[in-house]
């Protein structure tokens, strides 16, 4: 069973939701628990009817996964999806109208669909839109150029709640925003407590950041204590802001991991009162 942070296919597995298929309780169950098999539904917002066909083909032949629905626009998606809510719903960037990442953004805030795997499947790998695409709620990111076999993989990780990310995808982030910056003030981190906060700044939680350095989650805490102490914060939101006001991190465009970073600071908080 994996578990999180843990690498699978080449994503990272970073937290277990429950899904949002319409199925019975069985199924609902199943879909949050990965030793039961389930079948886990998929629609798809594509308007190239070749490539629609062979994802349809690809999804409907796995034993994992039932086909709902192929929409060729985010205007037709958004009216209709509605009525047929998927676990999981693949979105291409480069559709007429209202593209991929607006797409993503307005469904998000559509009743019924917090739990809905939004998963970009694209040739468009620039930083922006990657970015873009993760703040409006994507919870992956995958190139058209993936094997059919890695595909059905990664989609079967989102749907579990993982984030499914190729890995060339999220090389090309930490290149085009966390490249070294001229500080306004002395770095006063060591270089790997740099490498812990630009993780925090990606919304990595310490699991994950300790499976990505081959550490252990209390080597990872205990680097979290120092960047506390010696940025003079007291939350990973505060760490990210101190972080950027230093030079650190770059200012623009905001990380998207600042928003989970404030979203966890509540959690710990709301904890600690408890």
Do not use: W
Not at 48 to 67: C, H, M, T, W, Y
Not at 227 to 239: C, F, H
Not at 258 to 271: F, I, S, V
């Amino acid at each position: 069973m994996p578990y999180i942070g843990q690498k699978i296919s080449g994503l990272l597995v970073v937290g277990l939701v429950p899904c949002a298929c319409p199925f019975s309780k069985a199924r609902q169950f199943a879909c949050r628990d990965m030793t039961i098999h389930s079948e886990f539904s998929v629609s798809i917002i594509e308007d190239n009817s070749e490539a629609a066909k062979r994802i349809q083909s690809l999804i409907a032949g796995s034993p994992d996964f039932v086909f709902y629905d192929h929409y060729s626009s985010a205007e037709q998606a958004i009216r209709k999806l509605p009525a047929r809510i998927p676990c999981l719903v693949l979105v291409d960037i480069n559709l007429p109208g209202i593209d991929g990442a607006e797409c993503i953004r307005r469904l998000r805030s559509m009743p019924g669909f917090t739990a809905v795997r939004l998963v970009v499947l694209t040739v468009f790998e620039d930083a922006n839109t990657i970015i873009r695409s993760i703040q409006n709620g994507a919870n992956g990111y995958l190139l058209k150029d993936i094997s059919s076999a890695l595909l059905l993989a990664e989609l079967k990780v989102a749907c579990l709640g993982g984030a499914a990310m190729n890995a060339s995808i999220a090389e090309g982030i930490l290149q085009a925003y966390f490249q070294p910056v001229a500080a306004t003030e002395p770095n006063p981190l060591s270089p790997r407590e740099n490498e812990v906060i630009n993780y925090i700044s990606l919304g990595m939680t310490y699991n994950e950041i300790a499976n990505e350095l081959s550490l252990s989650a209390h080597t990872v805490r205990r680097h979290i204590e120092n960047i506390y102490r010696k940025l003079e914060v007291n939350s990973r939101s505060q760490a990210i802001q101190r972080s950027h006001e230093i030079g650190l991190l770059p200012a623009n465009p905001p990380v998207p991991g600042l928003k989970l970073a404030r979203e966890r600071d509540g959690a710990e908080a709301k904890g600690t009162r408890q």
